[in-house]
């Protein structure tokens, strides 16, 4: 949606848009009845208590903000506003080793202002976004308003919109119709 | 001669615990600020340290502390090479953990 640089004004914007689409579209879906989500939180809970606990330690086994850090300095380095393919395809190796090390880091067990749990959390949705950000780079081989592609300089000759849908852990990246001028 | 350092010495424990007070020593750059020590702090020494902050930029006030007996934002706070600086929770809210108290 913003390419390589996310335009002042249009996070608002977006806010208010997707989160207009999304509670419209939960609210068609759950049938105008009250669910009862107990077995979903059960299930999300225990999900959680995997991600955070694979092993019981009483210790962070690693940092995960340093993993955070890890990660913003390669999409820094390697998916910012000017950006080549292989810049794009170093940042999505490392994307992907960063998430297999991150999944398997225990975490102590924290009560009170858990921020290590909540990081790990974060760095998940981060990892994902991230990787969805440079296959979006990777596939639009051309330079189009915000997205800049150092070594596809010019548009190309036709607009094309990508969608990139969640599968597990793995995103599929499918090209939809072109733009219609 | 070794690098430049600047030392902490930070509150730790959970409500109704007794105060431990740590001594951490960190490498000191130009610029760094103390929040940025407690952040290399919980990325290089423990991660179970407690911190509040949002907007790193003195915007937010969510880390507020008490440094060196007096209450401040550790966002814009200079840390000193060479020198010691006492980091303890904001003295009235209630302590939740570490640094970490209730938003007033």
Same mark, same amino acid.
């Given at each position: 949606?913003?390419?390589?640089?996310?335009?002042?004004?249009?996070?608002?914007?977006?806010?208010?848009?997707?989160?207009?689409?999304?509670?419209?579209?939960?609210?068609?879906?759950?049938?105008?009845?009250?669910?009862?989500?107990?077995?979903?939180?059960?299930?999300?809970?225990?999900?959680?208590?995997?991600?955070?606990?694979?092993?019981?330690?009483?210790?962070?086994?690693?940092?995960?903000?340093?993993?955070?850090?890890?990660?913003?300095?390669?999409?820094?380095?390697?998916?910012?506003?000017?950006?080549?393919?292989?810049?794009?395809?170093?940042?999505?190796?490392?994307?992907?080793?960063?998430?297999?090390?991150?999944?398997? *880091?225990?975490?102590?067990?924290?009560?009170?202002?858990?921020?290590?749990?909540?990081?790990?959390?974060?760095?998940?949705?981060?990892?994902?976004?991230?990787?969805?950000?440079?296959?979006?780079?990777?596939?639009?081989?051309?330079?189009?308003?915000?997205?800049?592609?150092?070594?596809?300089?010019?548009?190309?000759?036709?607009?094309?919109?990508?969608?990139?849908?969640?599968?597990?852990?793995?995103?599929?990246?499918?090209?939809?119709?072109? *733009?219609?001028? | 001669?070794? !690098?430049?350092?600047?030392?902490?010495?930070?509150?730790?424990?959970? !409500?109704?615990?007794?105060?431990?007070?740590?001594?951490? &020593?960190?490498?000191?750059?130009?610029?760094?600020?103390?929040? &940025?020590?407690?952040?290399?702090?919980?990325?290089?020494?423990?991660?179970?340290?407690?911190?509040?902050?949002?907007?790193? !930029?003195?915007?937010?006030?969510?880390?507020? !502390?008490?440094?060196?007996?007096?209450?401040?934002?550790?966002?814009?706070?200079?840390?000193?090479?060479?020198?010691?600086?006492?980091? &303890?929770?904001?003295?009235?809210?209630?302590?939740?953990?570490?640094?970490?108290? &209730?938003?007033?």
């Amino acid at each position: 949606m913003h390419g390589a640089n996310r335009l002042s004004g249009n996070a608002i914007t977006e806010a208010l848009v997707t989160g207009r689409i999304a509670g419209e579209t939960a609210a068609a879906r759950s049938g105008g009845g009250r669910a009862d989500l107990s077995a979903a939180l059960a299930s999300e809970w225990a999900a959680l208590q995997a991600l955070w606990h694979p092993r019981a330690v009483t210790r962070d086994e690693e940092s995960i903000d340093a993993l955070k850090a890890e990660l913003q300095q390669t999409m820094w380095n390697d998916a910012g506003p000017l950006r080549t393919g292989a810049q794009l395809e170093r940042a999505l190796a490392a994307i992907r080793a960063l998430r297999r090390r991150a999944a398997d *880091v225990a975490l102590a067990p924290v009560v009170t202002f858990a921020l290590n749990l909540q990081e790990k959390v974060e760095l998940r949705s981060l990892l994902a976004a991230s990787e969805a950000i440079v296959l979006a780079a990777l596939a639009r081989t051309e330079t189009r308003g915000a997205h800049v592609r150092l070594d596809f300089p010019e548009p190309a000759a036709r607009a094309v919109t990508y969608l990139l849908a969640r599968e597990g852990e793995a995103w599929r990246l499918a090209e939809r119709a072109p *733009v219609s001028a | 001669m070794s !690098a430049a350092v600047t030392r902490l010495r930070v509150s730790r424990g959970g !409500a109704g615990e007794p105060v431990r007070v740590e001594e951490f &020593e960190v490498p000191y750059a130009d610029g760094l600020t103390l929040l &940025e020590a407690l952040i290399w702090i919980r990325r290089h020494r423990d991660p179970s340290l407690a911190i509040r902050f949002s907007c790193k !930029a003195n915007a937010c006030k969510e880390c507020s !502390a008490t440094i060196d007996g007096k209450p401040g934002y550790l966002c814009t706070r200079r840390a000193v090479p060479g020198a010691t600086t006492t980091i &303890e929770p904001l003295r009235k809210p209630r302590l939740i953990r570490d640094l970490v108290t &209730e938003l007033f």
